[in-house]
């Protein structure tokens, strides 16, 4: 898949060449836009040709892999149990150069080695891969570069490192396969009736009465799972249920005025910590972690429930839309 060229748009069989439309017209086509962020935060823009490195192919950023799982029957059918995104592997092909010297391309290739070692410290530490399309919006995912940090053409190894280099990389990702957006949707805000009456500040969503939060959809554009972050604001005891999804958890303990917990639902990040840092997750109640709900692609019917809310009750909400492709 190149990304360096517009590609002229297809004027539809039998209707004559492809024509370039003007850049002004609103029609032009644009590739994607490549951008790696190695574990020390650092942004390598691969899609501009004035960095030294441009990327000249990938493959691996459609869909993931599909992992089933099934009991098996007699005479070789089985039962689909789960159906789940499985890891994906990423492979771009990435040209190094430098025009000005033969030392600024040994620099070039010794700060990228160092960018594709995703390791710290002793410890595996992603990279990320971002996608930007022409809309403006960007597509991310973690990775770790498994192989690939070398040559991998004989002019290369002809040229012996005087003008270019060019790698073959290898990413698997990290925690998650699916793509997600750079930008975080929300913050969505849950909050009672004042309790003197009057106009509710805004952002808040007013939902009433004041011992609930109420009923409520979130619709979720994306393609995949959300997983939200939740901010949840005393006084109230607090239950959280995905009515579309007959999930639930709740918390265990009534929040005071001003008490603040955060619930992170993200998988192998998920936790409870109020605002002094302490650890909470022994208040949730939950028959099991996938009770810390997700928001399906689509409307997800909420009921976000504060028993007790009085003024300053709210519940909070942030998630980043998933993508099963860049």
């Known amino acids: 898949m190149p990304l360096v060229t517009t590609r002229p748009t297809s004027p539809g069989p039998g209707t004559g060449p ?3 439309p003007p850049v002004d017209s609103g029609s032009a086509r644009h590739p994607l836009q490549v951008t790696y962020v190695d574990p020390d935060g650092t942004a390598w823009s691969w899609s501009n040709p004035l960095t030294g490195c441009l990327i000249t192919s990938v493959t691996g950023i459609g869909s993931p892999p599909a992992a089933l799982a099934g009991v098996a029957l007699p005479g070789g059918g089985s039962i689909a149990q789960s159906y789940s995104a499985a890891k994906r592997s990423i492979v771009i092909g990435l040209h190094a150069y430098s025009e000005d010297s ?5 620099d070039l290739v010794d700060r990228l080695a160092f960018a594709l070692w995703t390791e710290r410290a002793g410890l595996p530490s992603a ?19 498994t192989s690939g940090p070398e040559q991998t053409d004989t002019d290369s190894t002809r040229d012996a490192y005087q003008w270019s280099t060019s790698y073959g990389l290898t990413f698997e990702s990290a925690l998650d396969p699916m793509f997600q957006d750079v930008d975080p949707t929300g913050p969505l805000v849950f909050a009672a009736p004042p309790v003197s009456g009057g106009v509710p500040p805004m952002p808040p969503v007013l939902l009433s009465p004041s011992s609930t939060l109420g009923s409520s959809t979130v619709t979720n554009t994306g393609n995949g799972d959300a997983h939200p972050i939740w901010t949840i604001t005393g006084p109230g005891v607090p239950t959280l249920t995905n009515v579309t999804t007959g999930r639930e958890f709740s918390l265990d303990a009534t929040l005071s005025s001003g008490e603040v917990i955060t619930v992170d639902t993200r998988p192998a990040r998920q936790s409870a910590i109020d605002q002094d840092g302490h650890d909470r997750w022994t208040d949730l109640v939950k028959t099991s972690p996938r009770d810390l709900w997700t928001l399906v692609p689509g409307a997800n019917l909420l009921n ?12 909070e909400m942030i998630y980043h839309r998933r993508w099963l492709r860049a």
């Not at 033969?102 to 040994?106: A, I, N, T, V």
């Open 102 to 106: 033969q030392d600024g391309l040994l």
């Open 18 to 20: 492809p024509v370039v």
């Open 127 to 145: 990279g990320t891969l971002r996608f930007a399309r022409p809309g403006g919006t960007i597509r991310q995912i973690d990775v770790y570069c």
């Open 304 to 315: 976000l429930q504060l028993d007790s809310a009085g003024t300053g009750s709210s519940i």
